[in-house]
Nanobody, 119 residues
């Protein structure tokens, strides 16, 4: 059973910052495409940012405010979130994804961490 464990969520005022962390097995964090998704109440889960061996990718709303990074020696990925807005309030999930020709798609999710942006 692969476990991805997120941490770092919480309550923050508008304009503030948070850094989310996701830790997992070495062979997952260093090989898979890693990503952060979020899901707000009543909305679909959406991609926030991803990182793989080819680089990083961001949703438009995250491009100038969020930074995803991978810390291979510590088997972690991070999401630095700056200039947070109330609309960023959501549960944030860590995701690992890999697609191989014969094996097919393998995907894992963390349990999620709540981020609330409110004054």
């Amino acid at each position: 059973q692969v476990q991805l464990v997120e941490s770092g969520g919480g309550l923050v005022q508008p304009g503030g910052s948070l850094r989310l962390s996701c830790v997992g097995p070495e062979n997952i964090i260093t090989i898979y495409r890693m990503a952060w998704y979020r899901q707000a109440p009543g909305k679909q889960r959406e991609l926030v940012a991803s990182v793989d061996n080819f680089g990083t990718n961001y949703a438009r709303f995250a491009e100038d405010r969020f930074i995803i990074s991978r810390d291979n020696p510590n088997n972690r990925i991070y999401l630095q979130m700056n200039s947070l807005k109330p609309e960023d309030t959501a549960v944030y999930y860590c995701n690992a994804f890999r697609k191989r020709l014969i094996v097919g798609t393998t995907e894992y999710w963390g349990q999620g961490t709540q981020v609330t942006v409110s004054s």
